[in-house]
Nanobody, 118 residues
Framework: QVQLVESGGGLVQAGGSLRLSCAAS????????MGWFRQAPGKQRELVAL???????NYADSVKGRFTISRDNAKNTVYLQMNSLKPEDTAVYYC????????????WGQGTQVTVSS
């Protein structure tokens, strides 16, 4: 089955940086849009960044200019480079894959905690 394996979460001080990685199943990666979502305590899960199979990207206004999503199709991996982190970025971050031909087919990573302290 489809599996997403995440890494890179952790604790960082405000102003610092982290890079999240998500490795996806090779059979679907190149044909999938990849997204990073996050969910803070008591809040709804929200889209942080999206990169489509064609390479176009979208970002939440709250992270635009600070976060960068990218993908390496040869490694079946999507990244989220997070710079200038703020305490408001504290959340569980989830990797998501949405298949181009079956957009209702969504696959999720296990989630990784990102904590930003002052």
């Amino acid at each position: 089955q489809v599996q997403l394996v995440e890494s890179g979460g952790g604790l960082v001080q405000a102003g610092g940086s982290l890079r999240l990685s998500c490795a996806a199943s090779g059979s679907i990666f190149s044909r999938s849009a990849m997204g990073w979502f996050r969910q803070a305590p008591g809040k709804q899960r929200e889209l942080v960044a999206l990169i489509r199979s064609g390479g176009t990207t979208n970002y939440a206004d709250s992270v635009k200019g600070r976060f960068t999503i990218s993908r390496d199709n040869a490694k079946n991996t999507v990244y989220l480079q997070m710079n200038s982190l703020k305490p408001e970025d504290t959340a569980v971050y989830y990797c998501n894959a949405r298949r181009d031909l079956w957009p209702n087919n969504n696959y999720w990573g296990q989630g990784t905690q990102v904590t930003v302290s002052s």
